[in-house]
């Protein structure tokens, strides 16, 4: 059974940083590209970040660029979001999703919640 558990948000002051962290399970790791996702409360789900299955190849959408990190260790199958310089606005629930390169089949996992308020 696959199992992709999202860990690391929480309650975080404007200009912290969280580290958000992503186990997936039951699944052969370096065979799938490893997405963020957020979604804020009266939005739709965004992509944040995506990473390729080997690393090299790193995606984020414009509203976090040169404040997020997305990363991968294939050796312990886990994949990363590193947070800085939260601003409010990038309160949401944050999800992983992980996509298989052949068959495009794809996993989602339960978000964890990060918020960004003093």
């Known amino acids: 059974q696959v199992q992709l558990v999202a860990s690391g948000g929480g309650l975080v002051q404007p200009v912290g940083s969280l580290i958000l962290s992503c186990a997936p399970s039951?699944?052969?790791?370096?065979?799938?590209q490893m997405w963020w996702y957020r979604q804020a409360p009266g939005k739709e789900r965004e992509l944040v970040a995506?990473?390729?299955?080997?690393?090299?190849?790193?995606t984020y959408v414009d509203l976090v660029k040169g404040r997020f990190t997305i990363s991968r260790e294939n050796s312990n199958s886990t994949v990363y979001l590193q947070m800085t310089s939260l601003k409010p606005e990038d309160t949401a629930v944050y999800y992983c999703?992980?996509?298989?390169?052949?068959?495009?089949?794809?996993?989602w996992g339960h978000g964890t919640q990060v918020t960004v308020s003093s």
């Open positions: 999703n992980a996509l298989n390169i052949y068959s495009r089949v794809e996993y």
């Open positions: 039951g699944l052969p790791f370096t065979n799938y």
């Open positions: 995506a990473i390729s299955t080997g690393g090299r190849t790193l």
